[in-house]
């Protein structure tokens, strides 16, 4: 899930303004998808990246959209899940703040995924219980299929939503993991230029011309000014 401008910016890259909100406008509806993706979501998956643009955040629906919480309760409870899902952290080098509120609030149940390298780190931060670490590789980059391994080991999960950034979402893109694409359109125009990264919404790797991927409309609604669009990437990867 993610919201996009209409020249293609999902984050301004301004410190303190680089989350969604800023591109949305803090929008209503916008917040109200957010909350009911994270639902229905058995995990939500998030780069460090994310985590520092919005350092406040607790990755649940109640979070996003109190006025929803109860109804939001009441569709997990109707799916057979209790309690949030698991927040999933991607971080290779281990470079998150301990003292953030999404690991020491207990709110949500947290993974943090990582390499070895970045374990060696994380194991000096004193982080508490509600927190778990998996390393799935030495160093490097960590590829989607590895994320998603990690978290099974952890949490039984059906359906995972991938909140960000452009870099983790153009992972699981290439990798061919994405089943379901929601994005919101804001009205806004954000422009670029050569001073700073604008990102769109998959950043750090190449898929056109040799490996396109090529999205299903499956709805549009509206908003306001706003445009929710859902699309189906049909997957050509291995089970």
Known sequence: NFVSTLDGVVSLGIPG????????????????????????????????????????????????????????????????????????????????????????????????????????????????????????????????RSILGAVGRVHVSDRLLVEGGPHLLGDFFAEELVDEQFLTLSPQLAGRDSTGERPGLVAGRTLAPEHPRWGALVSVKRGGDHLFLRYAFPSRAPA
């Open 17 to 144: 303004q680089a989350g969604g909100g800023e591109i949305s406008g803090f929008n209503p509806h916008d917040r109200m998808v957010m909350g009911l993706l994270r639902a229905a979501a058995d995990a939500v998956v998030v780069g460090a990246g994310t985590l520092r643009s919005v350092p406040d955040h607790v990755w649940t629906a109640e979070y996003i959209h109190p006025a929803l919480a109860g109804p939001f309760s009441a569709l997990r409870s109707s799916l057979g899940q209790s309690g949030p899902p698991l927040t999933v952290i991607v971080t290779a080098r281990g470079e998150i703040d301990p003292a953030l509120r999404v690991f020491q609030s207990g709110e949500a149940p947290v993974l943090i995924v990582t390499s070895t390298q970045g374990l060696e780190r994380l194991r000096t931060f004193g982080l508490p219980p509600s927190v778990q670490v998996e390393a799935v590789q030495a160093t490097g980059r960590l590829s989607a």
